[in-house]
């Protein structure tokens, strides 16, 4: 990947993270909730369905108990 591939990947994620945090914050607007309580929960659902893939990929032996991040 070359240098400018690299910064359209990098702004393209800062585009979906602005996103991500503009809906957080409307979410919290609506259901009348600090916008962290909004990030504490989706980070959370997104850990959990983590957790479940890992042990999903152990099961089938594609990973070991210390898996090395440097394979993702």
């Known amino acids: 990947?070359?240098?400018?591939?690299?910064?359209?990947?990098?702004?393209?994620?800062?585009?979906?993270s602005n996103m991500a945090f503009s809906l957080m914050e409307s979410i919290a607007e609506v259901y009348k909730v600090p916008v962290t309580e909004i990030i504490q929960n989706a980070?959370?659902?997104v850990l959990e369905e983590c957790l479940k893939e890992y042990q999903r990929l152990y099961r089938e032996g594609k990973k070991t108990e210390a898996c090395?991040?440097?394979?993702?």
């Open 1 to 16: 990947m070359n240098t400018m591939e690299k910064q359209k990947a990098v702004f393209s994620e800062i585009r979906v």
């Open 43 to 45: 980070l959370q659902m």
């Open 68 to 72: 090395d991040p440097s394979e993702n």
